[in-house]
């Protein structure tokens, strides 16, 4: 007896099927599994994403107050408040006299007060009220890196201000981060030195 042999006929092949509860990878493509995109609300608690992106915060009132400020106040408004504020330090410096103040005189340095050691802007202020007065030599001895520094800081403080209130083109002053951070390190050694109890660093103790 002969047995009748059934050949295959070729069709399409049939995919597999994912386990029950997988979550299919094009899914996560798609905004979550459901395959809903972007503006669709997922399924099983996935959050929609909206077209786009996420919405921006809302600013808060007082940001709203201060943004509506900015806008509608004179471009030289900023920049002469802050004159005012380097003005304020500087009438400071000159009305107080800290050369002739004592060391524990209110207000004061917290950390010198309770450790005795210097602050790393420790001397600043006596700094400042020597160079308002044309002593240089003085204001270095008191704090060099802010004596060393505040060419720089000024150059930078009018070209912005000029800027913004005279659109004034300076030169602009390029300072890499490696020369910000040598500044940063030299700062950091400066502050260790000036508190070492043996000459001559003890020239740098104010």
């Known amino acids: 007896m002969y047995r009748e042999r059934v050949t295959s006929v070729p069709g399409p092949v049939d995919k597999p099927q994912p386990a029950p509860g997988a979550v299919h990878p094009t899914a996560l493509a798609d905004g979550?599994?459901?395959?809903?995109?972007?503006?669709?609300a997922g399924s099983e608690g996935w959050?929609?994403?909206?077209p786009g992106g996420y919405p921006a915060p809302e600013p808060d009132r007082l940001t709203r107050f201060v943004l509506r400020l900015y806008?509608?106040?004179?471009?030289?408004?900023?920049?002469?408040?802050?004159?005012?504020?380097?003005a304020v330090g500087m009438s400071y410096a000159l009305l107080s006299n800290p050369?002739?103040?004592?060391?524990?005189?209110?207000?004061?340095?917290?950390?010198?007060?309770?450790?005795?050691?210097?602050?790393?802007?420790?001397?600043g202020t006596r700094a400042l009220w020597y160079v308002l007065h044309g002593d240089l030599p003085?204001?270095?001895?008191?704090?060099?890196?802010?004596?060393?520094?505040?060419?720089?800081?000024?150059?930078?403080?009018?070209?912005?201000?000029?800027?913004?209130a005279f659109g004034w083109r300076m030169p602009e002053l390029?300072?890499?981060?490696?020369?910000?951070?040598?500044?940063?390190?030299?700062?950091?050694?400066?502050?260790?030195l000036r508190n070492l109890p043996w000459a001559p660093f003890t020239s740098l103790y104010v």
């Open 32 to 40: 979550g599994p459901g395959g809903s995109g972007p503006g669709e």
């Open 174 to 192: 390029r300072i890499s981060s490696k020369v910000i951070g040598g500044f940063l390190a030299a700062w950091l050694a400066f502050s260790v």
């Open 71 to 86: 806008e509608r106040s004179p471009r030289w408004a900023v920049p002469l408040a802050a004159v005012g504020c380097v």
């Open 138 to 164: 003085a204001a270095a001895r008191h704090h060099f890196l802010f004596v060393f520094a505040l060419p720089f800081l000024a150059y930078l403080f009018v070209a912005w201000a000029g800027n913004q």
């Open 99 to 123: 050369t002739y103040a004592d060391p524990d005189a209110a207000p004061t340095c917290l950390l010198k007060l309770t450790t005795g050691l210097d602050c790393p802007g420790c001397g």
């Open 47 to 50: 959050p929609a994403t909206p």
